[in-house]
């Protein structure tokens, strides 16, 4: 029989997390506010004088899952001092929801120390508990509290989804460049501040500047840090990109920046998920696992730009030996071996000139050496460049030009000649493969054929049809507006009048530069395929498309 004794140094413990908040997320559960917890302990003690209050332990946000809080320390740490000899919780799954490790401080810890414990609405208390209860009632009822546990982090967990779906802003902080909204904390809005920044840092990375040159450059005209910019908002914000006392500009930082499909106003959620409703530790998840929802907000910089930038981080930019960015780095390519065209300056003559050789070449005389002169190629290239930005500006103007309620977009995809030639092989394709099963009933191919082939025309019909897919998203663009939307083609022309040709106007419009033998160049461009969209359907309008439709 336990013995009871006169007064038992008591403490309150209570605890609330985002776990016991409503399924929204928005409106803490009443019945287990911290504010209601204390009063039904207090009113506990008050009708038993035997228990008096040493000290309360409030555990405010933090799971039930795992012990690892910051006041249950505390008060265990109270316990092995001696101070307290009594612990007295609402309801048991407010000290713990996860079953194993309640039930061992109940059953083991709690009683190696002489400590009794009461769980008020659970009508349970160690000292008056008989061995079923301890062994077989409170088993059950941690039990319960740890499925309880999982359900909810389940329905946490899909409300989450539901709004990544919806392309909600679900984060606890807005990237930098973005605040969230006054009237809806899900919808991300430029912050006018750092959106100049990220726009200037997207800026700098078009005109050829590394990741630490602007991180540099950024660092030296005093702008804050991301980290150190939203602690300056009152935000506690933490991040392990910082080193030192103040948050600098990195590398990393601005590689991140430039990286991210954001600023682009597309919002990529869910790219890390917890190990279990149990385990805090988050992994990283597929990419093919995020939810990628397009313009969900303003855009800080236009899809043009970030998918340029994208393509000169995957490329080349070193420095030119004088210290600044070569116009043409990242851009040229050996047209025979594919490798990247290196510069080179002559020095032997008074004029310093510069040319470009086949890097295979200087390396290890795998090629040959594809020679050709910077003035020779800045030529060729700006009058090229010159005749495509026309005829991209003479497009935009022909698509506004089109009269769409006399044909539609459904009708230019219908006799667009890319689409239906490969709607036609598609056809083709699909005929093939519904046939393979008669070969193979009637012998003409074996089992391992019929396999073989199948999958055959299983991958070409998924090629085709993304084929398909591209060619009408071209046409959808044009009647949608975004030809070259994001690129201000008058002031690029503008620019080239007065100072010829540019590093922003090169990557803008241009992919790659091949270069062959005898000084010959192939210039692959970006807009072609919506140039000649635009021309086949206003000739098709011409040529009496709505008298066929």
Known sequence: ???????????????????????????????????????IVENFLEK?????????????????????????????????????????????????????????????????????????????????????????????????????SRDISTKVRSSQEIKREKGEFIGAFAPYGYKKSADNKNLLVPDDYAAKIVASIFADKLEGMSANAIAQRLND??????????????????????SGRKALWSSQTVIRILKDEVYAGVLAQGKRARVSYKVRKEIRRPKDEWIRIEDTHKAIVS????????????????????????????????????????????????????????????????????????????EAVEAFLRDHIDKLANARKMSQSIDFLEIGFEAAAEHDKDIVKLKEELLRCSTLKSSLYQDL??????????????EEYTNREMALQEAIEEQERVIRDIYDGKIASGVQLEEIQGEMNISGLSRTALVTFIDRILVFEGMKLEIVTKYDAVIDKVVRI???????WKEAV
């Open 221 to 242: 005209e005093g702008v804050l840090s991301p980290l150190e910019y939203k602690k300056k908002q009152g935000q506690k914000f933490t991040t392990g990109f910082k």
């Open 441 to 454: 009933k009637e012998g003409i191919i074996n089992e391992n054929q019929f396999n073989r082939y199948r």
């Open 303 to 378: 899809r043009e730009t970030f998918d340029s930038v994208q393509l000169m981080m995957d490329r080349d930019t070193i420095k030119a030996p004088d210290g600044g960015i070569s116009l043409f780095a990242g851009m040229l390519f050996c047209g025979d071996c594919g490798k990247s065209m290196v510069r080179r300056v002559d020095s032997r003559n008074r004029e310093r000139s510069a040319h470009y050789i086949c890097s295979n070449y200087n390396r290890n005389k795998e090629c040959s050496r594809h020679s050709i002169c910077e003035d020779d190629l800045k």
């Open 48 to 148: 038993n004088p035997d228990l008096k209050l040493v000290d309360t332990y409030v555990d405010d946000g933090f799971t039930g899952t795992n012990f690892d809080r910051p006041e249950m320390k505390r008060m265990m740490a109270d316990v092995d001092a001696g101070k307290i000899d009594c612990i007295v919780v609402k309801d048991l799954s407010r000290f713990g929801r996860e079953r194993i490790e309640t039930g061992t401080y109940i059953a083991k810890t709690f009683k190696a120390k002489g400590i009794r414990f009461i769980a008020i609405n659970d009508h349970y208390d160690t000292l008056t508990a008989d061995g079923s209860e301890t062994h077989i009632v409170m088993p059950i009822k941690a039990l319960t509290n740890d499925n309880f």
């Open 1 to 39: 029989m336990k013995l009871r004794k006169e007064i038992y140094r008591t403490a309150m413990y209570l605890r609330l997390s985002k776990g016991d908040l409503d399924v929204d997320g928005l409106d803490k559960s009443e019945s287990n506010s911290i504010t209601n917890q204390r009063m």
């Open 538 to 544: 206003n000739d098709g309008i011409n040529y009496g």
